[in-house]
């Protein structure tokens, strides 16, 4: 009774899972026809998943003679073996050369130095260039110079004065710092600096200022 039971419910379920199917054509059974178009559909995804490209897209396949060049490698190696042989022969050589006196005698024991025939007017023609040198310098040294540097530091100071002597306003004293390559220009005092007033041209007080050197002026325009 229970088996029975549970096949008419599974009956039950496959009908109402067939009859929720929707088919392209009518079909008179729905459950058949949804079996069949769940092994169409299988059999489609088998078919996808084992089907091949029809162009090969992979690498081209590789041979040894493209990826190395055996002819190149095997001058290489004969070039080697030849410089290796080549200078094996030299080192023996060598080594006979410095071990023995040699097969050739190239040696002349008689041989001497041929003395210049001018020698003794080179000599001479040195020496007279060396002393005319000395005295060159000897004279570079003793002879006095034609500038007086204190003449020039005196003139200069009698200049500052004069400068001073004829100016109206007070000299600007520059004063320079190592740290900063701007020139400041700073004053004594802050009442060096005032300039006069300037009255109008036609009132009685549009005179000029007074200094030190007025009467002189008056002295001149007179």
Not at 74 to 87: C, G, K, L, V
């Given at each position: 009774v229970v088996i029975a039971i549970g096949s008419s419910k599974r009956r039950e379920d496959r009908r109402t899972m067939a009859s929720g199917h929707s088919t392209v054509t009518p079909a008179c059974n729905k459950l058949l026809q949804k079996k069949w178009d769940d092994k169409t559909f299988q059999s489609h995804r088998s078919r996808l998943m084992a089907a091949r490209s029809q162009t090969d897209s992979g690498a081209p396949r590789e041979f040894l003679h493209i990826r190395?060049?055996?002819?190149?490698?095997?001058?290489?190696?004969?070039?080697?073996?030849?410089?290796?042989?080549?200078?094996?022969?030299?080192?023996?050589?060598?080594?006979?050369?410095?071990?023995?006196?040699?097969?050739?005698?190239?040696?002349?024991?008689?041989?001497?130095p041929k003395k210049s025939l001018n020698y003794m007017k080179r000599q001479n023609e040195v020496d007279r260039v060396t002393r005319e040198n000395f005295a060159l310098v000897v004279r570079l040294q003793s002879i006095k110079p034609q500038y007086n540097a204190k003449s020039w530091e005196g003139e200069f100071k009698t200049h500052q004065h004069r400068s001073k002597a004829i100016s109206t306003f007070p000299p600007l004293h520059v004063h320079r710092t190592s740290k900063a390559p701007s020139r400041r220009l700073s004053v004594e005092t802050k009442e060096e600096l005032k300039l006069p007033q300037i009255a109008e041209r036609n009132s009685p007080e549009a005179t000029r200022p007074t200094t030190e050197h007025s009467d002189i002026q008056e002295e001149i325009e007179v």
């Open positions: 190395q060049n055996l002819r190149k490698i095997r001058e290489q190696e004969d070039r080697q073996a030849t410089i290796n042989r080549h200078n094996t022969q030299l080192l023996s050589r060598m080594h006979t050369i410095m071990n023995t006196t040699g097969r050739v005698d190239h040696r002349n024991m008689d041989w001497r």
